[in-house]
């Protein structure tokens, strides 16, 4: 039986939650870097997803929503 009280395990996992989210977005903007890096690689967004076995769209949404233009 689990002798904590409940706020003490929200709060954990709330915090937990909130790390995990953070480090997702992360590696989203890692990702889609890199993708944007395929693009400027292989010459368009069909190759990479030709490549990697996504979708186009996938490829095209996951750059235009995390890749930062630098």
């Known amino acids: 039986m689990n ?3 409940w706020r003490v395990r929200f ?3 709330d915090e937990l939650v909130e ?4 480090q997702l977005l992360e590696a989203a903007v ?9 693009v400027a690689d ?5 190759a990479v997803a030709k490549d990697t076995g996504k979708s ?4 095209n949404n996951a750059i235009k929503k995390h890749a930062t233009t630098t």
């Open 30 to 38: 890692r990702r889609a870097q890199a993708l944007a890096d395929g």
């Open 42 to 46: 292989l010459g368009s967004v069909y």
């Open 19 to 22: 790390q995990l989210q953070t």
């Open 56 to 59: 186009w769209t996938a490829i």
């Open 3 to 5: 002798t904590e009280p």
């Open 11 to 13: 709060t954990r996992e």
